[in-house]
């Protein structure tokens, strides 16, 4: 299984990008989808969380600004970042819990991560 995400790019505070990932493989379904990333100097955090049923979970300091959809029949996860900030400047990775067959159980998996950094 792989998780190849894109859209990053640099952007001035205040614009907008829109991430993509899909997997791609063997996968018999996907259950989470999320968005983590990691800033300079910091820890890496979970940004946000769509469940294979719709059901969302954001960060407070991403909450109105960024959204995070799905396209289940493309296995394909994105994020819109609208209004960015400065601090939002950091390596996005997707991640997906994804069964490889109807008896296995789920297995977190990464993607290689893009970069959005926030200019002034």
């Known amino acids: 299984v792989q998780l190849q995400a894109s859209g990053g790019g640099l952007v001035q505070a205040g614009g907008s990008l829109r991430l993509s990932c899909t997997a791609s493989g063997s996968i018999f379904s996907i259950n989470v989808m999320a968005w983590h990333r990691q800033g300079p100097g910091k820890q890496r955090e979970l940004v946000t969380s769509?469940?294979?049923?719709?059901?969302?979970h954001y960060i407070d300091s991403v909450k109105g600004r960024f959204t995070i959809s799905r396209d289940n029949a493309k296995n394909a996860v994105y994020l819109q970042m609208n209004s960015l900030k400065l601090e939002d400047t950091a390596v996005y990775y997707c991640?997906?819990?994804?069964?490889?067959?109807?008896?296995?159980?789920?297995?977190?998996?990464w993607g290689q991560g893009t970069q959005v950094t926030v200019s002034s």
């Open positions: 991640t997906a819990s994804i069964r490889q067959s109807g008896s296995s159980p789920p297995r977190g998996h």
């Open positions: 769509m469940a294979s049923g719709g059901s969302t």
